[in-house]
């Protein structure tokens, strides 16, 4: 340790509030160690707000929760220091740690509805942090309603007895901003604080970060997967890979000269920085244009020997899925009870009156934020839900009307792809049970499930030796290979995809895309893609389909919409979409 | 880092070659397998396994007829010819306590696993099912529960006359609702997630979704549940023949010869340690036995993958 003494002098000179020296983590795992962090040196300056971006496993978190000393058990300090204010933050004690965690390091997390406790008011939350302040209860309170006024909740006075669930996400993120300046730390430290929001929430929140860290003066620590957030709020940007980090500077020369060779890919990777549309997205490890083959003997292959012909005569006839003012509403009261409390309208209008078309071979994207109602539509066309009325027409068929064996028959021919890739995985099955299970419950023809698992393993790019393995053991790009695997095991005519790339970073976000594109181009299947991802959409939609509050405001080409938005709500979707350049 | 490597390495060559259709036996052996790398697991079994074999073969060990009187030699404490000493009659404990545990094995082992077997399926339909039935089934459980088991029990003996089959009815009844609920509350929480809607959404049947999705899912609670009934069965056992409502003498029972040893208690400890000893190994030999078997059906519990 002594030789990083000389470097600490050195860089004091900086004034860096946090200074980190060759830390190594290692975790210690059945059967040895593996390492988490090789070496890592990063400095955070006083003032400023570091971004560190990665891919996940990168070891971004394993930084950042090394400093705070949340580590899991089984991480080992194996190499390094970590310097606060000249205070070594690895060697304190919990007692220390636990003074300065919340006072000098404030922390946000990334899913604000899980780091509020249920069942606790947020006027308890936000006065029972204060615990440190000798002062009245009327005065703590007082310093909430404050604080939330600052971030923007609306009404604080009132709000402030109401409990987390009744609060929006958005809003959680800002309480839970609040809490974390209300002590006024040096360092904030945000994991990941807008991936569980919306795109025009997560505009709202960085503006809202940056101002209160200029306003209270502290540095910051950002940790992000996406690019675009990373370039437009940081003065420091750190690009770390396997536990390393590869590239740091000051934002405008990483983004715009990038030296290694890890960040000129991830830079060439996002979507949003591409300007030419493109249907193949280039990716870590290709440039998006390679073929996949589709092994002989699957029952895959099969039908693309069937499948050719018709894809060229389907484009005239009927669209294959037809949606005529399609009205879903949930019930938010009982009859009785609506009846007795005089609410003459006891539904939520999740979807009022959308109709669209999918032609064969097309994507369409619905586009809008959450709660806009595009995941309900979704539900209707595979029957999860029962729309109040409308229509829905499926290769010339109306659903609606089918019993419930008919309609499960249409089944075969629509396939769905869950938002959450490995919650929508049943749990205690094995990958290659998974991926086969639709030819088994629609009794298709195949010759072994092991076999059949294999030949969709080898189309989806995952390893053979996965079959065997269970979701759990997966990480989310993996998962969602699966998710894709299983949509085509019974090649479907139709794939309804909700937000097929949340969560995944940009490089594995194309590997899905073109997976998704060339199976398209080879069977013709028809995608619709549901999504607040404007990046993607603009390369992989024909056409696209606005939605707002249950109602479509404005669809057409994606081109057309991207160059010339009609609606006052489109141009506001187009305007909160962040661009990967820093400002 | 090394080790994991290998064991990485060794899945690849194994997953190439064509692997056989998941056979019960396969599985069973594969269980066993894993069962006895655990600690506790391997400790369970041995007791489990012990108490059965004690129990299955009663009649070739135990030395003496568990019923034959010698009541000069009463009350004997343990002794080369009397393992376990002898009771106020002047029987074998040893022999009695080898055949008591027949009855206690066949009362818990029958009961449970019909509670189990009827629990799940009640708490699988109220759980996935139409709330119509949902209110049915749970109306059923509370009016069940609202009995005193002993009351309860006294009801069906007036009808049907003391018997193990009658012990069997009773704690069969009394015992659904308890796996019911759990079943029915796991399986409402389970419909909610995202790969139930994925399984509608693949037109997976009821039966698929109820027998092959959720059910691996709420197993491995209802395994400990058991493990942790079966003594609680026999003390039932024990009770209801305490009252004369169960087994009948001269036939041995762990409960009775507990509760003999009560009365003798100033004489001599030697029947209730006789009584209780088998009691408690029983116990915890299922206890452990449920907790690994929990680790081996929940894959995310597997710490050997």
Partial sequence: MTHNTTQVKGQAEQDNIITVNNLGVQFEVAGGRVSGLKDVSVNVPRGQIVGVVGESGSGKSTLIYTLTQLMADNAIVASGTAKMDGADLLTKSPREMQALLGDDIAMVFQDPMTTLNPVFSIEKQMTDIQYRLDIPYQEKRQRAIDALDRVGIPNPELRLPRFPHEFSGGQLQRISIAMALMARPKVLIADEPTTALDASLEVQIIELLKELQAEIGCSMIFVSHHLGVVGTLCDYTVVMYHGDVVEQGPTRDVFNRPQHSYTKRLLACDPARIKERSKRLPTMNSDGLEQIEIPAGSYLASQLEQAQPASDTGKQSQPLLDIDELRIRFPMQGKLAALLSGNKDPYLHAVKGVSLTVDRGETLAIVGESGSGKTTVAQAIQGLNEPWSGAIHFQGRDLLSLSARERGKTRRDIAMMFQDPISSLSPRMKISDLITEPLVIHGLPFDSREQEARRLLQIVGLPLHFADRYPHQLSGGQARRVGVARALAQSPKLIVADEPTAGLDVSVQG????????????????????????????????????????????????????????????????????????? | MNQLTQTGDKQTPEATQPLNENSTLKVLLDTLRRLTRQPLGLLGLILVCSVIFSALFAGVIAPYDPVALDILNRLQPPSAEHWLGTDQLGRDTFSRVLYGGQIALQVALSSIALALGFGLILGLLAGFGPRWLDNIILTLFDVVRSFPTIIFALAVVTLTGPSIGTIVLVVVVTSIPIYGRVVRTQTQALAQQEFILAERAMNASMPRILFRHMLPNVIGQLLILASMDIPIVITIEAGLSFLGLGIQPPTPSWGSIINDGYSFIRNTPWPIIAGGLPLIITTLGFTFLGESLRDIFDPKLRKDV
Avoid: C, K, W
């Fill in chain 1, 511 to 583: 590997e899905i895309l073109n997976l998704l594109n060339q199976l398209q181009e080879d069977l013709g299947i028809a995608i619709l893609i549901i999504t607040h991802n404007l990046n993607i959409v603009r390369h992989v939609a024909d056409r696209t389909l606005i939605m707002n509050m249950g109602d479509i405001v404005e669809q057409g080409e994606t081109e057309t919409i991207f160059a010339d938005p009609q609606h006052a709500y489109t141009r506001q979707l187009l305007d909160a979409n962040i661009h990967a350049d820093p400002v």
